[in-house]
T-cell receptor, first 114, second 114 residues
Framework: ETGVTQTPRHLVMGMTNKKSLKCEQH?????MYWYKQSAKKPLELMFV???????ENNSVPSRFSPECPNSSHLFLHLHTLQPEDSALYLC?????????????FGPGTRLTVL | GDSVTQMEGPVTLSEEAFLTINCTYT??????LFWYVQYPGEGLQLLLK?????DKGSNKGFEATYRKETTSFHLEKGSVQVSDSAVYFC?????????????FGGGTRVLVKP
């Protein structure tokens, strides 16, 4: 499998549940990202990892917890979410943090919080 | 801070019509500029990019020119097809910032009718 994959593609959870989103990239990249795409709002960068180290955390609530065990995998652990957290969560990767490098996006996980 | 403003959609066109999507930006450094496209049910794909003033990015019949004097990066296509129906995002990556951080516009939905 090539590119950036995300699982699950759709997730429905209650506010008391704990779930995790998974992202995997097969491109040999060193940087990975989580974005949130809500209706009628610009894409919001949530987290940036470079060589498994978190380099950016854009004031994201602690109910979102990222994990990057190696340069190919990125997780987003979710707990006690709110209905307003319902959105499309996109993972991306790039060769490194150089601004010229293209970011490759996965298809996203559509999250619904009831 | 950095920001990207693009025209709101939806933009509805007939096949073979001319498409323009306006994009303007503000940035503190010397940004690279990008257009990403999101087809239904998919993640974002890079459509084209330009890394310095007066550069023209082009791909799949789409073009955009980096205009520093007007801080713009308008997307154009001379003859659209039904398959061009998608959401288009203008974005910048500011080389003055820490790392490869993309700032996105709000997206413009384009619908091409046969």
């Amino acid at each position: 499998e090539t590119g950036v994959t995300q699982t699950p593609r759709h997730l429905v959870m209650g506010m008391t549940n704990k779930k995790s989103l998974k992202c995997e990239q097969h491109l040999g990249h060193n940087a990975m990202y989580w974005y949130k795409q809500s209706a009628k709002k610009p894409l919001e960068l949530m987290f940036v990892y470079s060589l498994e180290e978190r380099v950016e955390n854009n004031s994201v609530p602690s109910r979102f917890s990222p994990e990057c065990p190696n340069s190919s995998h990125l997780f987003l652990h979710l707990h006690t979410l709110q209905p307003e957290d319902s959105a499309l969560y996109l993972c991306a990767s790039s060769r490194d943090l150089d601004g010229w490098n293209e970011q490759f996006f996965g298809p996203g996980t559509r999250l619904t919080v009831l | 801070g950095d920001s990207v403003t693009q025209m709101e959609g939806p933009v509805t066109l007939s096949e073979e019509a001319f498409l323009t999507i306006n994009c303007t930006y503000t940035a503190t450094g010397y940004p690279s500029l990008f257009w990403y496209v999101q087809y239904p049910g998919e993640g974002l794909q890079l459509l084209l990019k330009a890394t310095k003033a007066d550069d023209k990015g082009s791909n799949k019949g789409f073009e955009a020119t980096y205009r520093k004097e007007t801080t713009s990066f308008h997307l154009e296509k001379g003859s659209v097809q039904v398959s061009d129906s998608a959401v288009y995002f203008c974005a910048l990556s500011d080389l003055g910032a820490a790392g490869n951080k993309l700032t996105f516009g709000g997206g413009t939905r384009v619908l091409v009718k046969p």
